[in-house]
């Protein structure tokens, strides 16, 4: 226990000193983060719950375009500003801009919410392949309607208010670093609160035999709406950021990238390691590092390279990080068992 | 709208069904496929926008592009089998998550390999054929369309009597039953796969010369063309070939409907909401009786 905190302190603190230490990175990082919130919701759904789900880019994009509605929408006529597009007339003074961001992201973590809520009950009773196809679809779908919706920027794209002129050339960096990094720590916190009740072991139990599990007298339908709709908070909490911090949002190319972080999102979980606590975390850490740090490399041939990594990592490394670290160093990563309940089960066969 | 404009329905009917037939070609692939490997090939509008490729590529080179319903399927097997070789046989008894999942990567890659290779331009080979006009010139249908719903419906009753008569599709209906026990009466199911995996790669390859001539391809086009086709597939049922094509043409007319009265925008978006709508149906007529979707 005593290495855990241990373990939690340093990062705490190497989170709080990252923006003063390497100042350059500050946008990088704060991506980090939500790409780390995005793998950590999608595992609920993906490892804990089984249910893999192509759907979550849905809430993030969601969440992105309320955000920036509710902040514009908020002090001047909505219409206008999209219509406008890049030339500004209508300037945020900063009380407006934060007290925008606050409302604007209370209201990107719960409409998505209350949406997972609702399209949950209709569509989680499908399982497996259906469910993910079901999911994708609702991606898309979800990109090419808010692409011919005049009011939120249509095909030609919303732009994002632009931060005022408070604190500094480095204000906007650090403000958006520590905004994913708060979204990261309460993420983080509320997951691991989740993964120590009885609540994951309901869902690990729909994951390995929902029929069963609903003969125990589990109402599944209730338990997996809730880890969608704990998912679907975090990822348009996540979303609305990220929309302040690229700026602009797209239908398809920025909100509802079912084609990138849709998939990222999948694919940082799997690499990392579904169904476990650290598992998104090191899976998301590695995917962004080795995508930062190859991008430049593959100049226009990063799509290609992204097909090769998800047919690579796919069939060749489905336990992911955590997995593999489980096998090879099962005394320090493996499942705790109890020793005597461990004999006891031995006894009874 | 329907009832004002009698002709313009009768269009619609038209089009889509003319349409819905193209689309249950691809779907039969689909079933195919699904049927006899168990596996959801995400990457299937890929492989039909890559054979409408071949056909664009022989009518800029002087030759006829209806031409391409011969070669496109020949150059396509080979593609099938080829990506059978490399990836779809280490996802064939695995989890269908595996499978689409590691589909999507091949969907990936060739929609960016194909941007590379062949431009990001819609392009379309014109075949020529001009045009045949219905009552009064009220409604007005391309012949190219014609000739190509003929041309799938050809193909298609083909492959029933290839699969009804011949070695290879007593081979593929055996696996597809029941793989082991053909293992165990000496069809070398590896083959099988191979095979059947090529062939669904051919019939998309014919779908996609027929899409080129008669309307547009691009490189990013695919994805709408693999969610269509497992639609249909759901829809009918596998195994069921008179009900993919209802289903088939049925999409085409509501796509057409979909396209006149929300207009040309929300029409991919209208695919696959109704994607959506169809699989909360079923769930919920299935959820009465405590089943679901298997």
Redesign the interface.
């Known amino acids: 226990m005593n290495k855990n905190v241990l373990l939690y302190a340093v990062i705490i603190i190497f989170g709080l000193a990252a923006p003063f230490v390497f100042p350059a990175f500050k946008v990088q990082l704060s991506i980090l983060c939500v790409l780390i919130v995005l793998a950590t919701t999608w595992n609920i759904q993906g490892g804990e719950m089984g249910y893999n789900t192509f759907g979550n880019i849905l809430f993030y994009g969601l969440g992105m375009y309320l955000c920036a509605s509710v902040q514009v929408g908020m002090f001047f006529p909505l219409a206008e500003w999209t219509e406008s597009g890049g030339e500004k007339t209508f300037v945020h003074t900063p009380t407006q801009f934060f007290q925008g961001m606050a409302a604007g992201l209370v209201v990107a973590a719960v409409v998505p919410t209350i949406v997972a809520g609702l399209i949950g009950y209709a569509i989680l009773g499908l399982r497996g392949h259906y469910f993910a196809i079901c999911t994708l679809g609702l991606g898309v779908a979800a990109g090419e309607i808010s692409g011919g919706i005049e009011i939120i920027g249509a095909g030609q794209g919303f732009t994002t208010p632009p931060f005022p002129n408070v604190g500094g050339l480095e204000a906007r960096g650090e403000f958006f670093y520590f905004l994913s990094f708060g979204a990261l720590v309460l993420t983080f916190i509320a997951v691991r609160a989740i993964y120590s009740t009885r609540f994951r072991l309901i869902l690990n139990a729909i994951r390995d035999n929902e029929d069963k599990a609903e003969a125990m007298g589990i109402e599944t339908m209730k338990y997996k709406i809730i880890g969608w709709m704990v998912s679907a908070f975090f990822c348009g909490l996540a979303g609305g950021i990220m929309g302040g911090l690229v700026g602009y949002i797209d239908s398809t190319d920025v909100a509802f990238d079912g084609r990138e972080m849709g998939v990222f999102m999948v694919l940082m979980a799997i690499l990392g390691g579904k169904g476990t606590l650290w598992g998104p975390v090191i899976g998301a850490t590695a995917f962004h590092i080795f995508k930062e740090g190859f991008w430049t490399f593959f100049l226009g041939w990063q799509y290609v390279a992204l097909g090769v990594l998800i047919v690579v990592i796919v069939i060749y490394f489905p336990e992911g990080i955590m997995g593999w670290l489980r096998e090879k160093y099962p005394e320090r990563f493996g499942e705790v068992v109890d020793e005597a309940d461990r004999k006891a089960q031995v006894e009874l066969k | 709208m329907v009832f004002q404009y009698p002709m313009i329905t009768v269009q619609a009917c038209l089009d889509g069904i003319l349409l819905g037939i193209l689309f249950a070609l691809i779907a039969y692939g689909m079933a195919l496929q699904w049927g006899v490997m168990n596996i959801?090939n995400i990457a299937q509008g890929d492989l039909v926008i890559l054979g409408g490729y071949i056909a664009y590529f022989m009518y800029l080179y002087g030759i006829h592009p209806a031409w391409g319903v011969i070669v496109s399927p020949i150059i396509m097997y080979f593609v099938g089998v080829g990506i059978y070789k490399l990836?779809i046989n280490?996802?064939v008894d695995r989890d269908?998550?595996?499978s689409?999942?590691?589909t999507?990567?091949?969907?990936?890659?060739?929609?960016?390999?194909m941007n590379?290779a062949f431009g990001a331009d819609v392009v379309l080979a014109n075949s020529g054929y001009g045009t045949t006009f219905l009552f009064d010139s009220a409604v007005v249908l391309p012949n190219s369309k014609i000739f190509s719903a003929f041309v799938s419906i050809v193909f298609a009753i083909c492959l029933v009597i290839y699969m009804k008569k011949s070695k290879l599709g007593r081979a593929i209906r055996a696996t597809a039953q029941n793989a082991r026990a053909a293992k165990i009466l000496g069809v070398d199911t590896e083959k099988v796969y191979a095979a059947t995996f090529g062939l669904n790669a051919a019939l998309c390859g014919v779908a996609g010369a027929l899409i080129s001539i008669t309307f547009t391809i691009h490189p990013y086009m695919g994805?709408p063309y693999t969610?269509r086709s497992?639609m249909i597939v759901?829809v009918a049922g596998l195994g069921n070939l008179p009900g993919v094509a209802m289903s088939g043409m049925g999409l085409g007319v509501f796509e057409e409907f979909a396209d006149y009265i929300l207009?040309t925008?929300?029409r991919?978006?209208s695919v696959?909401?109704l994607?959506?709508l169809i699989?909360?149906y079923r769930?919920?007529k299935l959820?009465r009786k405590r089943e679901?979707?298997?």
């Open positions: 959801i990836v280490k996802v269908l998550f595996i689409i999942l590691a999507f990567g091949i969907s990936i890659l060739f929609m960016q390999l590379f994805l969610i497992f759901i207009g925008e929300f991919i978006g696959f909401l994607l959506v699989l909360v769930r919920f959820s679901y979707l298997k």
